[in-house]
């Protein structure tokens, strides 16, 4: 069936002819005309299967008539993401070069003040993240109820991000007569709750069967240890040719230090994640669709509808800890038709997530034999690493065995040369004969020190020196000295003497 069977306008479908389609997909054959029908749409389709132009191509002819009027955008599409957005509207700018359709993109990571500019003028067509559109709109810059068609793209990545409370509260500020069009890969029971909520006698479409990953993309799983990954990855590199390739990771730290290991191997590498400010991101990916670079490191906001042609190859660094996202990223090759390869990288530790995918889409992923030699180098350095390391413990317990007696405290000089004449005996017998001498040596020189203490006291003032006091205060003599009566006369100060007044006054 070609695109003029749909009831599209003659300039419409001019442009579409001169960007290279001829035929529709399945879900575009299917959405297009009941979509020009005013109904409302619950669109299911696998990622790369046409989605954003099911519902571009409608809006432009039915938006063609009309004007829009300051602040009241005619019309509102919902995006998960800044890249999501910012390709939607050059899906406008390309079918829509034959209109006169104005357009506002509303996103995060850009001054507001051109925003609203455009906001003022008015326009036909407004494309938000959920977050900035709530900003505006609390500001005041903003109305919506002159918004006749809503479309609610990526409705799964929309309630994974935390957005459907935020879907729910811009819903009720729409006006109650409008044309509501859902578009999803997949659909949780959230998202068939909102649906059930806010949309009107929907038409479903299901292309295929949900979180279905395509036909022509040949997925492989590929065991390795978590040592390994990167050789692994740049062997995989070489062997498969890719030309155009996305590797995913799980946190952004990953990101950055893949790509950085990558360059310094010689690769053609770039990377994209959430820390990037939002020109960074655009560069990094126009870099990527020019040729500039052929590998681009990504966490999962790049895995979610980004539409690059000719990307090959899929890496999956780390499995996905959600099996949805697993889908989508595979997604992003074997797009319109086209073949792909996507590989897996799994140890151990993802048995459980390798069996929610494979439950998710309904298949066996074969794996894929590396020969065993990337992982056993890594098995092998690991285990040369704890090999080495006991044995340097070992030595340094033995070290510290026989130097244990040198370290005895407070033993007199007789003792620890007793201990050391017994150096040949058993360690152990040895430690404890030691301890055994060390207990009574500051016991037979505490009760010395007393009576040394005390012979010169008859000769001199009942007032004790520093030393001597601070020693008798900590047997408790100081307090029995208190108690003894005063044979001297008063001389106004019946207590101790301060310690700083004893200096230079001894006899």
């Known amino acids: 069936m070609p695109f003029a069977d749909l009831g599209l306008s003659n300039e419409l479908l001019q442009a579409v002819e001169e960007s290279g389609y001829s035929e529709p997909t399945p879900i575009q054959a299917q959405a297009i005309p009941s979509v020009l029908m005013m109904r409302d749409i619950i669109g299911i389709a696998q990622t790369g299967t046409g989605k954003t132009a099911s519902f571009v191509l409608p809006m432009i002819d039915i938006l063609a008539q009309g004007r829009s009027r300051a602040r009241m955008p005619r019309s509102l599409i919902l995006e998960p993401t800044r890249e999501l957005a910012a390709q939607v509207a050059e899906n406008f700018e390309k079918y829509g070069k034959y209109h006169k359709l104005s357009m506002a993109l509303l996103i995060g990571g850009v001054s507001m003040g051109d925003q609203i500019k455009a906001?003022?003028?008015?326009v036909d067509v407004l494309i938000a993240t959920p977050g900035r559109l709530m900003d505006l709109f609390e500001r005041g810059n903003i109305l919506l109820t002159g918004c006749s068609l809503l479309v609610i793209d990526e409705a799964d990545r929309m309630l994974d991000m935390g957005f459907i409370p935020d879907i729910e509260n811009i819903c009720t500020k729409l006006p109650a007569n409008r044309q509501t069009l859902l578009f999803s890969a997949t659909m949780p029971p959230p998202i068939k709750k909102l649906a059930d909520r806010f949309l009107s006698n929907p038409k479903s479409i299901e292309v295929a069967r949900p979180a279905t990953a395509g036909a022509n993309i040949a997925q492989m799983l590929v065991p390795v240890t978590e040592r390994a990954k990167r050789e692994t990855l740049r062997s995989l590199l070489k062997s498969e040719g890719a030309e155009s390739a996305i590797v995913f990771?799980?946190?952004?730290?990953?990101?950055?230090?893949?790509?950085?290991?990558?360059?310094?191997?010689?690769?053609?590498?770039?990377?994209?994640?959430?820390?990037?400010?939002?020109?960074?991101?655009?560069?990094?990916?126009?870099r990527f669709k020019s040729g500039e670079i052929n590998?681009?490191?990504?966490?999962?906001?790049?895995?979610?509808?980004?539409?690059i042609k000719g990307v090959s190859h899929v890496?999956?660094?780390?499995?996905?800890?959600?099996?949805?996202?697993?889908?989508?990223?595979?997604?992003?090759?074997?797009?319109?038709?086209?073949?792909?390869?996507?590989f897996t990288f799994i140890t151990s530790s993802d048995a459980e997530a390798v069996a929610n995918i494979e439950k998710l889409i309904g298949t066996k992923i074969p794996r894929l034999d590396?020969?065993?030699?990337?992982?056993?180098?890594?098995?092998e350095?690991?285990?040369?690493?704890?090999?080495?390391?006991?044995?340097?413990?070992?030595?340094?317990k033995r070290t510290g065995r026989t130097a244990a007696p040198k370290r005895t405290r407070g033993a007199s000089a007789a003792s620890v040369a007793d201990t050391a004449s017994r150096s040949n005996a058993d360690d152990d017998a040895a430690t404890?004969?030691?301890?055994?001498?060390?207990?009574?040596?500051?016991?037979?020189?505490?009760?010395?020190r007393k009576e040394t203490a005390r012979r010169p006291a008859e000769d001199r003032p009942a007032r004790a020196p520093q030393a001597e006091g601070r020693t008798d205060a900590r047997r408790g003599d100081s307090i029995q000295g208190r108690n003894r009566p005063d044979e001297e006369p008063d001389d106004g100060w019946n207590g101790p003497m301060p310690g700083f007044l004893s200096v230079g006054f001894t006899n």
């Not at 893949?258 to 959430?274: A, D, T, V």
């Not at 890496?315 to 997604?331: E, K, L, Q, T």
């Not at 065993?372 to 890594?378: H, I, L, V, Y």
């Open 119 to 122: 906001l003022e003028k008015g």
């Open 295 to 307: 590998l681009l490191i990504a966490s999962d906001v790049a895995a979610r509808g980004l539409d």
């Open 315 to 342: 890496f999956n660094f780390d499995a996905p800890w959600h099996p949805d996202d697993y889908v989508h990223r595979i997604g992003r090759t074997g797009r319109a038709g086209a073949t792909g390869k996507a």
């Open 249 to 286: 990771c799980n946190r952004k730290t990953m990101v950055r230090e893949l790509n950085k290991s990558l360059q310094r191997h010689g690769f053609r590498s770039g990377e994209i994640h959430g820390d990037i400010d939002q020109a960074a991101r655009i560069a990094e990916l126009d």
């Open 432 to 448: 404890a004969g030691t301890e055994r001498a060390a207990e009574p040596a500051p016991r037979e020189t505490k009760p010395a």
């Open 381 to 396: 350095t690991e285990s040369g690493r704890s090999s080495s390391r006991p044995a340097g413990k070992d030595s340094r």
């Open 370 to 379: 590396m020969g065993g030699q990337t992982a056993d180098e890594g098995e």
